[in-house]
């Protein structure tokens, strides 16, 4: 209710403290530790009760049964042994079965069964609490066993498995829940629990995630998630629904993600299935698929509705696969690898198109078809733009030398016109495409170029750079605009919404995707200073946590922890680990002298420190 403490530390053991758990009626509390004791301690005054020794080995973790009576402990030893929970009596020989070292263990609900599980056998094995024999319930299939839990009826067992997986077991048979896989952490996960009511589990896991899961058993409807992170690893590519309705993001936590474009709300469970980093990802014109490629060599095709992936998984490359776009008409998907070729693949048959192999001089970073379904274009490592005739192989114009250095994104304006080049040199390059002139070169960023896009009415172009800024420049005139400050690692990936009213970004080192009001964004340069937000929202942040002015003055102290989550105008959501939002409200007292913010009400370690 507080969160106050209400016991000192209750100490005792002599080693790491493994388990703790509370009687069902709330009296006890027992704990099991490195030091292979078990001891109770009365809750109400933290005094001991008893100290039950018999293992010979740490004990990893201790449960009491559902009507309080005993309490089960498991050990390194390889043993599970049952204590008197009143006197702290040993009941009974221990529990043989486990083949290796016991990591963990639970009752069923109704007490019929303790389930325990080993960590090197990968095995689950279960007594009969009637007769304290083993039954002849096996469960396998684990990779590392470190957590197991019963639903609220004792009808199904679920476990921790391979690939960072909860599975659900029938605990009689020991066979395994058909539709009942949950996926999406990418790290060991250390523990899992069901609510009372049986309705969610929840689960930890060493990738920084807690997630809530609706575990329904059905091949017909599977568990539905809630994700508590977008991703847990940098963001390589974002993409918006031609309908605007929904985000896909790749990632190099091998994930695609599918993200609410109000709200920032997963849709669905991460979609799994690359063997290494997501590098782009591509939406169809009619939202109905997700193209993904990746650093496996592989292109996979997900139901953007459902998440379910295609049989037919698109293989050819000899090398990462870096590129990755949808024909205007849908009827071809183009993708562009460091194997120095770009491939062109028929959507309907998931086959190679006929003319579809294409060769060039170096690694291929970028492909971009024309908004008029004319050209396909594509930009290597050593600075080359090539154009191609769509559905064809026949070149539109000679490879031309945009610069020496690699060209990392490439998108043509909406008249189909013009091309713009992100680049390596730290500029974004804009060509006239029929006599394969450049128009100008806009030079503010201080790294590399990234990604580029123009707006869907061709005002404006965005482009992302490892400066961990996006800038906005006038399409016509090449002048700079406004920079979008927020992100604290390199931004990977930018694109503009179907309305053109915002603009997404995606954090390739900070594990963000941005949206960012277009409108707000262009007013940043023209701000009153006398808006705190204004001036933040056009501040930089320091290695030191300072949020710093145009003039070097220092305006908000921002913690770690906050440092990449922080929620500044134009920014208006971030998708991501811990988003932090600033709101001045009435009464709020900013400035630059300390003693006209001062208030009769503030905390005297605040005026001390003044």
Known sequence: MTGREVLPPLRGHSSWVKSVAFSPDGKLIASGACDKTVCLRNSETGQEVSVMKGHTDEVNEIAFSPDGRLLASVSRDKTVRLWNSHTGESVGDPLIGLENAGRCLGFSP????????????????????????????????????????????G???????????????????????PGSSLAGHSNWIGSIRLSPDGLYLASASDDGTIRIWEPVISPERPAAVQQLQAHSDGVNSVGVSHDGRFIASGSDDKSVRILDGSTGVARLPPLLGHQASVYAVAISPDSSLIASASEDRTVRLWN????????????????????????????????????????????????????????????????A??????????????????????????????????????????????????????VNDNTVRVWDVENGHQVFMLAEHLE???????????????????????????????????????????????VFTPDGQSIISGGGSDKTIRSWDLEAALQLQSQAGDNPLSRLGSATLDDEGW?????????????????????????????????????????????????ECWRNSAHPIVQKSS
């Open 155 to 177: 009808s199904q067992l679920w476990s921790s498995v391979e690939r960072y997986q909860i599975q659900a077991w029938d605990p009689q048979t020991g066979g395994e829940h």
């Open 448 to 494: 590399p170029v990234r990604s580029v896009a123009y707006s869907p009415d061709g005002q404006y172009i965005a482009s992302a750079s490892e400066d961990k800024t996006v800038h906005l420049w006038d399409a016509t005139t090449g002048t700079f605009l406004s920079v979008l400050l927020g992100h604290i690692g390199w931004v990977e990936s930018v």
């Open 547 to 595: 949020l710093v002015g145009p003039l070097g003055e220092l305006l908000l102290w921002l913690p770690l922890h906050y440092r990449g989550h922080i929620q500044l105008p134009p920014c208006t959501m971030i998708i991501g680990a811990h988003p932090v939002k600033l709101a001045f409200e009435e009464g709020t007292h900013w400035g630059d002298q300390w003693k």
């Open 304 to 367: 953007a509705h459902t998440g379910e992936t295609d049989a037919e998984i698109l293989r050819g490359h000899g090398g990462g696969i870096e590129a990755v776009m949808f024909s205007p008409d849908a009827r071809w998907l183009a993708t562009g690898s460091s194997d120095c070729t770009v491939r062109v693949w028929d959507v309907t048959t998931r086959q190679i198109a006929p003319f579809g192999l294409f060769s060039c001089t170096t690694s291929l970073f970028a492909v």
């Open 110 to 153: 109704d007490g019929k069964w303790l389930a325990a599980g080993s960590e090197d056998d990968n095995r689950i094995r279960l007594w009969d609490m009637e007769t304290l024999e083993l039954t002849p319930t096996m469960i396998t299939g684990h990779i590392f066993t470190v957590t197991l839990a019963f639903s609220s009826d």
């Open 369 to 422: 078809f024309s908004p008029d379904n004319r050209l396909l274009a594509a930009g290597d490592a050593g600075g080359y733009a090539y154009i191609w005739l769509s559905g064809t192989n026949q070149e539109a114009r000679t490879p031309f030398q945009v610069n020496s250095e690699a060209i990392n994104s490439i998108a043509f304006s909406p008249d189909s016109i013009r091309i713009v080049f992100g």
